[in-house]
Nanobody, 113 residues
């Protein structure tokens, strides 16, 4: 069983989307990253078990990361979307038992102007 990211789609500027990442119990889902065509993967938002929530400057005030610990699902609420938010969004998780990182398959977000 792997990370399952969903919720992407094609929207217009100003619209909202909510991404979800369902993780198996042996993983701790803790971050969203994105990669636009021709660019490196970048951190969008992280929500560690201990520590502070962190957002990329470009999404502060528009995106909110949260986690349902009972269901082990990580969310990313994206409001006021902009064309520059267009990218494949990946969920990141860490193993609860070993020093491993896991990545979801990615979900495409496309924002038109």
């Amino acid at each position: 069983v792997q990370l399952q990211a969903s919720g992407g789609g094609m929207v217009r500027a100003g619209d909202s989307l909510r991404l979800s990442c369902t993780a198996p119990r042996n993983m701790f889902p803790m971050g969203w990253y994105r990669q636009a065509p021709g660019k490196q993967r970048e951190s969008v938002a992280t929500l560690p078990d201990v520590g502070t929530t962190d957002y990329a400057d470009s999404v502060k005030g528009r995106f909110t990361i949260s986690r349902d610990n009972a269901k082990n699902i990580l969310y990313l609420q994206m409001n006021s979307l902009k064309p520059e938010d267009t990218a494949v969004y990946y969920c990141h998780a860490q193993s609860r038992f070993f020093d491993n990182d896991f990545w979801g398959q990615g979900t495409q977000v496309t924002v038109s102007s």
